[in-house]
Nanobody
Framework: QVQLVESGGGLVQAGDSLRVSCLAS????????MGWFRQAPGKERDFVAV????????GYAASVKGRFTISRDNAKSTVYLQMNSLKPEDTAVYYC???????????????WGQGTQVTVSS
């Protein structure tokens, strides 16, 4: 079992930066690829970013590439999502996820966090 707790969401203006964090507890953190997904009202939960457990290989959705950066600190069992140049369309609940392996698919997510709201005003 892995428990994931997100923090750091909030209300910002367009163009601002924000960092959200996810603290994991339970099974060995480094065994999992970690990802961020987001869900806007009335929409599906979409992939945002993923990072592998070992080598730190990263992947991003086209809509955030170049603006968002995912990173992890295995010693602290924490994964981060640094979001720069935020846009109103980035407004969503952001969910941390522990994945069985490196993927952009929700189908390989073993554990979800409870989500943290990010709101970007224009």
């Amino acid at each position: 079992q892995v428990q994931l707790v997100e923090s750091g969401g909030g209300l910002v203006q367009a163009g601002d930066s924000l960092r959200v964090s996810c603290l994991a507890s339970g099974r060995t953190f480094s065994n999992y690829a970690m990802g961020w997904f987001r869900q806007a009202p009335g929409k599906e939960r979409d992939f945002v970013a993923v990072i592998s457990g070992g080598s730190g290989t990263t992947g991003y959705a086209a809509s955030v590439k170049g603006r968002f950066t995912i990173s992890r600190d295995n010693a602290k069992s924490t994964v981060y999502l640094q979001m720069n140049s935020l846009k109103p369309e980035d407004t969503a609940v952001y969910y941390c996820a522990a994945l069985r392996y490196y993927s952009t698919s929700r189908s390989v997510v073993d554990y979800w966090g409870q989500g943290t709201q990010v709101t970007v005003s224009s």
